[in-house]
């Protein structure tokens, strides 16, 4: 907790709130928040944007969603706002409370915060249901090639049928290779990567699999090297232009790439095709996307239109 000494009654709330935890109440000092992300005990922090000046916010953002397991960040935002620190918005465990706070508030903000988020219980249990469907899906592969292969010569009728079937197939086939990626124990295997050629590809990765996907092209300076495990990459970058593709706008996604003060950066975009849908995507995709990104290790700011359909899937990466 960055506020010393704490409000008078927040320390009771917050133990209340967060049943297990040890709270550590402290100033504002971002060594303290790096040595206790590095012992791995970090369950989450409480800072009051008041007390914090913008520096330690934009530092805070931007270390977040890099490391496992991602701690949540609870802001306490006073008079000052948190004006130039916007990109704490575009995070998912970042919590915003307004003062003077409420418990109720607290609760809110803080109510599934105590829970485990651990990859080691969730990975554990994904890869045991990934390894369940495995068995019968490669069952069911090697019956629709068997009966592909024995269809009698101009029996077109079975092939209208047979041939969506194995496509199906192997789409579930490599949605769970991905999933098992994301669930996986192993640490990743970083090293360093010419981001501009592993987008491609990537790129041609998915138009062999039948997407309708355009690009890469540099906006402005190139992305150059990129420290990442390749397999994350490549998978992370495949359900972004999943996610669009399938929740878009409608328009033909596009891969661009570039670099700015921030570092390296991989986007797929979409433009509305005139039919634009007001289906959100499902949770797991976006779940699927964050794990996958936390092992390459990137950042996923996601753009949506009216706050439902995405527009713009973007991988950051930290500055190399």
């Known amino acids: 907790m960055f506020q010393d000494p704490p409000d008078p009654g927040l320390p009771e709330v917050l ?26 005990d970090l369950a989450g922090l409480v800072v009051d944007a008041d007390d914090a000046d913008r520096a330690t916010l934009r530092a805070l953002a931007a270390s977040l969603p890099y490391g496992e397991p991602v701690p ?9 706002g948190l004006a130039g620190c916007e990109e704490l918005l575009e995070l998912d465990r970042v919590h915003l409370v307004p003062e003077p706070w409420t418990p109720r ?7 599934g915060a105590g829970r485990s988020t651990s990859p080691s219980e969730s990975g554990a249990f994904l890869e ?19 009966l592909e292969h024995e269809r009698p010569p101009g029996d077109h009728g079975s092939e209208a049928l047979l041939t ?3 496509e199906a197939a192997r789409r579930l086939e490599r949605e769970l290779a991905r999933l098992h990626l994301a669930a996986a124990g192993a640490a990743p295997i970083r090293e360093d990567l010419d981001l501009h050629a592993e987008a491609t590809a990537v790129l041609g ?15 402005g300076d190139a ?23 399938r929740f878009g706008p409608g328009g033909r996604p596009e891969l661009r790439l570039g670099r700015d003060a921030d570092g390296p950066w991989l986007a797929w975009e979409a433009e509305a095709d005139g039919a634009v849908g007001r289906r959100p995507p499902p949770a797991y995709l976006g779940e699927l996307l964050e794990r996958l990104a936390r092992r390459v290790p990137a950042r996923v700011v996601l753009d949506r239109l009216d706050g439902v359909v995405p527009v713009r899937v973007r991988l950051r990466f930290p500055a190399f």
């Open 15 to 40: 133990a209340a709130v967060l049943p297990g935890h040890r709270l550590d109440f402290a100033a504002a000092d971002l060594r303290r928040w790096f040595e206790a992300r590095h012992a791995g």
């Open 72 to 80: 949540w960040l609870l802001v306490l935002v006073g008079d000052r």
């Open 105 to 111: 508030a607290l609760a809110a903000a803080l109510g």
């Open 128 to 146: 045991g249901l990934v390894e369940g469907l495995r068995d019968p899906l490669t069952s069911l592969t090697g019956y629709l090639q068997l």
């Open 164 to 166: 969506p079937a194995l």
């Open 205 to 219: 990765e998915l138009t062999s699999q039948g997407h309708e996907v355009g690009g890469p092209t540099v906006s």
């Open 223 to 245: 992305p150059g090297v990129v420290r990442a495990d390749r397999r994350s990459l490549h998978a992370a970058t495949a359900v972004a232009a999943d996610l669009l593709e």
